[in-house]
Nanobody, 126 residues
């Protein structure tokens, strides 16, 4: 079993930055994709950024709404995934969740992930 825990959320003003962290613990040997998702009140959960791990280098994918502003990265030695969020906007306000999965390059949607954290709140004020 794998446990996932997010941290780093908070309140910032329009245009500000935050860096979220996600630590995976437990049996993580077969977890080869990590993703950040978010859910705002009254809205459906949406994928923000997904990173896959492979011997050939892995991939990263972003939602169109965050491309150029958010960056997903990972420190495999620390079993930690980060989400650097720059130029934050009020509509980025949401609960942000980290997830881990084992479908590698086929990790594309929330249903492809096995393990989820409790979430960390991000609030952006105008």
């Amino acid at each position: 079993q794998v446990q996932v825990a997010e941290s780093g959320g908070g309140s910032v003003q329009d245009g500000g930055s935050l860096k979220l962290s996600c630590v995976a613990s437990g049996y993580t040997a077969n977890r080869n994709c990590f993703g950040w998702f978010r859910q705002a009140p009254g809205k459906e959960r949406e994928g923000v950024a997904i990173a896959t791990i492979s011997t050939s280098g892995g991939t990263t994918n972003y939602a169109d709404s965050v491309k150029g502003r958010f960056t997903i990265s990972q420190d495999q030695a620390k079993n930690t995934v980060y989400l650097q969020m720059n130029s934050l906007k009020p509509n980025d306000t949401a609960m942000y969740y980290c997830a881990a999965g084992h479908y590698g390059p086929w990790c594309r949607e929330a249903t492809d992930f096995d393990d989820w954290g409790q979430g960390t709140q991000v609030a952006v004020s105008s």
